[in-house]
């Protein structure tokens, strides 16, 4: 691998997920794609405006959508250009940890990282969506590479690149230049095992000045074109000004941290590296010499923890919905820690990694025993599939009807351009479908013909959650957490019957007939049997 040129490892990264991607390729957009993120770079492409105008303004840098829209240009619009162009940055990641596993390491340690970051279920969902967060990742683990190989000009342009894909990735520019300006202002030693490498302090100011710089620029430019500086009253509303109170920071950390170190059976590397540090005497070398197998050095791992921390930090401070996608830039930081302390304390430490494999590729495609959102794994595909037959279904029939049901269907729906209908179907809209938001609008069935409901997250049978007394009550206080309300029992309250029903792994769907006064003796459409994943 040492031997290979970096395009070549490129195309080989780029080949290999592309494999394992295939089956992916074609599937509709899911979520905050269908919401958000292709609309917006949709607009781009037709109307050349970096502000989107068929979805409300998030504020968040262009980049990643101008992407997308120049493999629109080239190639055509359809889902499986959109992952295909996503896939080429993911390897961009894996190269970067790849070389700064190796920079702080050695080769060893650098392989282990990357196929264990390769796997990992979020990275491996999120690396062909049309989110941000890869992207970010990717460059913000190239400019960590740049810092540790003293290229300090080269990461702060991977910093400004960073910040064009997502504003969060400030947060790296932040943490390395407070680790070193903390460290001078507090005036402790230089010659200390901890001290960050040296380095000028006009670089290190440069390495925040850049970024900042153009995220200002940015974001001038978007209030001067919208009148908002980060993005719609709503969308600062839910991710600032509600976010800032005592009891949810804490609880948004401690949901950060389990993101980091536990969720998707990440727990497996992190107790695994944990009980090696604890338990274990670091290992000879090969040669039977005394010398031990040297570790990173604890000023690469101070500054590494450094811009951990504070993604950790900031990201429990904003941010409406506490996605662990958001986490993705500084999983591979973590990852390459973990493994290079197995590197350097078990004998057999290719076989730990051998079982680490084994984990991220069962929770990959196993769901786990609590609440997640199902773009953390595969489960984003049974969503896909689930929606893209209930849509297909409501075409063939209820074209003309007026449909009540919630985002991200809504949009499903009413835009055919993102791969779920032939024509733009009418929609009611409503929040979700808690009991409380179906009986406000049972109210006056009149306003929709036909209802389509859904699980709006995976919830297990036996949620473990559930065992911690108050979690779901904070939960529903803080995060928007609420049960949706099974199908038949939604059909009571609308006044109606279900004559569709799709399930996959513990997520479902129906489409519920709304049953007219004037016509209750008439019998309704046959009902279709229910399907089952």
Request: aromatic share 12%.
């Amino acid at each position: 691998m040492r031997s290979l040129h970096p395009v070549f490892t490129y195309a080989i990264i780029f080949s290999a997920i592309f494999l394992l991607h295939a089956p992916l390729l074609r599937l509709p957009y899911f979520w905050d794609e269908a919401g958000y993120y292709v609309p917006a770079a949709r607009d781009l492409l037709l109307a050349h405006s970096l502000i989107p105008h068929s979805t409300l303004s998030s504020a968040h840098p262009p980049l990643v959508l101008a992407w997308l829209a120049l493999w629109w240009k080239l190639s055509g619009f359809t889902p499986a250009v959109t992952r295909t162009a996503m896939l080429m940055v993911a390897p961009l990641c894996l190269l970067g940890t790849f070389r700064l596993a190796r920079t702080v390491a050695n080769t060893s340690v650098a392989l282990g990282s990357t196929v264990a970051l390769a796997l990992y279920p979020v990275f491996f969902a999120q690396s062909s969506m049309a989110h941000l967060d890869v992207a970010a990742a990717a460059f913000s683990v190239w400019a960590l590479t740049c810092y540790f190989e003293d290229r300090l000009a080269m990461s702060a342009v991977m910093l400004c690149v960073a910040v064009l894909c997502k504003e969060t990735a400030l947060i790296t520019a932040i943490a390395i230049a407070g680790w070193h300006l903390g460290w001078r202002i507090l005036g402790r030693k230089s010659e200390s095992e901890f001290a960050p490498p040296p380095r000028a302090l006009a670089w290190i100011v440069a390495l925040v000045a850049a970024p900042a710089a153009v995220l200002v620029a940015w974001y001038g430019f978007h209030y001067a074109k919208t009148g908002y500086v980060f993005g719609s009253p709503e969308f600062f509303s839910y991710n600032v000004s509600s976010t800032v109170q005592p009891l949810r920071i804490v609880l948004a950390f401690i949901k950060r941290v389990w993101q980091l170190v536990a969720y998707m059976n990440m727990f497996v590397l992190t107790l695994a590296a944990f009980a090696a540090m604890t338990l274990l005497e670091p290992r000879l070398l090969s040669t039977g010499a005394r010398e031990t197998r040297p570790r990173i050095e604890l000023r690469s791992q101070g500054v590494m923890g450094a811009v951990i921390g504070a993604y950790v930090i900031a990201l429990s401070l904003v941010g409406g919905a506490v996605l662990t996608r958001y986490m993705l830039p500084v999983v591979p930081l973590m990852i390459i820690l973990c493994v290079s302390t197995l590197w350097r304390r078990v004998r057999h430490w290719a076989g730990a990694m051998l079982i680490v494999y084994a984990a991220f590729a069962v929770g990959l495609v196993v769901n786990p025993p609590y609440v997640f959102a199902p773009e953390d794994n595969l489960a984003y595909r049974d969503y896909v599939l689930l929606h893209k037959r209930a849509a297909t279904f409501l075409d063939e029939r209820f074209a003309r009807s007026r449909v009540l049901t919630a985002w991200p269907a809504t949009d499903e729906l009413s835009h055919p351009y993102l791969g779920y209908t032939k024509v733009a179907i009418p929609v009611v809209a409503i929040e979700n479908f808690s009991a409380p938001e179906l009986l406000g609008v049972a109210r006056d069935n009149s306003l929709y013909d036909v209802a389509v409901v859904f699980s709006t997250k995976y919830e297990p049978s036996r949620d473990l959650a559930r065992l911690i007394p108050g979690f779901e009550a904070l939960q529903t206080r803080f995060f928007g957490f609420h049960r949706d309300l099974p199908a038949d029992v939604a059909a009571q309250l609308l006044g109606g019957r279900v004559i569709y029903s799709d399930a996959r792994h513990g997520q479902w769907i129906a489409v519920i007939e709304i049953e007219r006064p004037e016509n209750a003796t008439m019998p309704l459409r046959p009902s279709l049997p229910k399907r089952r994943g």
